[in-house]
């Protein structure tokens, strides 16, 4: 069973950059074959796709943060991380990572199978 965390949430003014990361603490042997993606989600609304990454490194953004987050995996397919640059109040949200048994995931909450905890963002206006 695969096991993802979350770590690199905080407190960050406007304009201001945050990475966040998401290990693997449950390895399986389909690691590489397995899509990723990050979600977002602010309470009372429902949680929003803010980017994938394929099975061979490929990304895809929404057009909310395309240009402005950046998803990457290391080379042991044990952890990804979210590279969030010029920060906005809206980005406000409780993020997660989330792991597909497609290499190939989209954008929708249903094509993944496991989830972390999530981490917090907070920007300041």
């Known amino acids: 069973q695969v096991q993802l965390k979350e770590s690199g949430g905080g407190l960050v003014q406007t304009g201001g950059s945050l990475t966040l990361s998401c290990t693997k603490t449950?390895?399986?042997?389909?690691?590489?074959?397995?899509?990723m993606a990050w979600f977002r989600q602010v309470p009372g609304q429902e949680r929003e796709w803010v980017g994938r990454i394929w099975s061979g490194g490929f990304t895809h953004y929404p057009d909310s943060v395309k240009g402005r987050f950046t998803i990457s995996r290391d080379t042991s397919e044990a952890t990804i991380y979210l590279q969030m640059k010029k920060l906005k109040p809206e980005d406000t949200a409780m993020y997660y990572c989330?792991?597909?048994?497609?290499?190939?995931?989209?954008?929708?909450?249903?094509?993944?199978?496991?989830w972390g905890q999530g981490t917090q963002v907070t920007v300041s206006s």
């Open positions: 449950q390895r399986s042997a389909r690691d590489r074959e397995m899509g």
């Open positions: 989330a792991a597909s048994d497609s290499p190939y995931s989209g954008a929708y909450i249903k094509e993944y199978t496991y």
